[in-house]
């Protein structure tokens, strides 16, 4: 039988291992925060809606309607890079979206993908008898190909900015659309694993190369950590990857 004292000294072990989890568990929040990338002054204005596009908070992140044209299938599904915040990702949303198509930024559980696979589900339900394809940045680009592989019947197809499909999301046996679009400047990617990772893609995947464009710029925050210093504007670096998207989508028809 326990004794008084006994079970004073359990309780006190229990209390600070659960102390001492909360403390390792807040540090990581904490952390992660300081590392993750913010908006832009630019990112976070074209947050605003007006006369041409319509910006809405949504349970699992933003949705970007376009107001000033009648919709265009397909609509945008988008993952956002590891550690930067979706806001980040506005400026290309926006433009889409004024090309006409109805895009959605995904809001990833501590800004990382790996932990919301399955976001795009809450977003094709708004619309589940309309054509969607789904896409990413750098790790987003990787778990957007791993939704697509289990869920290829609801889309028409994948894209990716700066990333590749690993093994776990290998498309290569789908009828799924691929376009691939990276910037030759782009000092964080794996160019290694970017090329072997081709084995897991269709053969007639479609490869837009942005001559002067590094890692950052697919996206609005500033440089990032290991990246090169583009050779373009990321003015520039939006508008060819608008124009490669919208290349690709019009083959659709």
């Known amino acids: 039988m326990k004794t008084a004292k006994g079970t004073t000294k359990w309780k006190k072990i229990i209390m600070w291992t659960i102390l001492s989890i909360v403390i390792i568990v807040a540090g990581v929040f904490v952390y992660l925060n300081s590392v993750t990338y913010s908006p832009s002054e630019r990112a976070e ?12 908070k949504l ?11 009648e919709v265009t299938e397909p609509n945008i599904i988008f993952y956002p890079g590891g550690l930067v915040k979706p ?5 290309l949303a926006r ?3 004024e090309q006409g198509h109805r895009v959605y930024i995904a809001n990833m559980p501590i800004n990382l993908a790996i932990f919301g696979q399955n976001k795009a589900d809450s977003f094709i339900e708004e619309h589940p008898n309309e054509a969607f394809v789904i896409g990413g940045h750098s790790l987003g680009g990787s778990f957007a190909a791993r939704y697509a592989a289990e869920h290829n019947e609801k889309l028409e197809g994948v894209f990716f900015l700066a990333s590749y499909a690993d093994e776990g999301g290998s498309l290569k046996n789908t009828d799924l659309s691929i376009l691939q ?11 290694e694993d970017w090329e072997n990772s081709k084995a897991n893609l269709p053969e007639d995947t479609k490869y837009v190369s942005i001559e002067g464009g590094n890692h950052g710029q697919f996206g609005s925050y500033g440089m990032q950590k290991g990246d090169n210093q583009p050779a373009i504007t990321e003015d520039k670096q939006l ?3 608008v124009v490669a998207l919208e290349n690709w989508m019009d083959t659709f028809n």
Do not use: C, H
């Open 87 to 91: 806001e980040s990702y506005s400026p």
């Open 45 to 56: 204005a074209a947050m605003t809606s007006d006369a041409q596009v319509n910006v809405t």
């Open 59 to 69: 349970k699992d992140g933003y949705r970007f309607e376009p107001l000033s044209t």
């Open 239 to 241: 508008e060819e990857v």
């Open 181 to 191: 679009i990276t910037g030759s400047d782009d000092g964080v990617l794996n160019w």
């Open 95 to 97: 433009e889409m979206a």
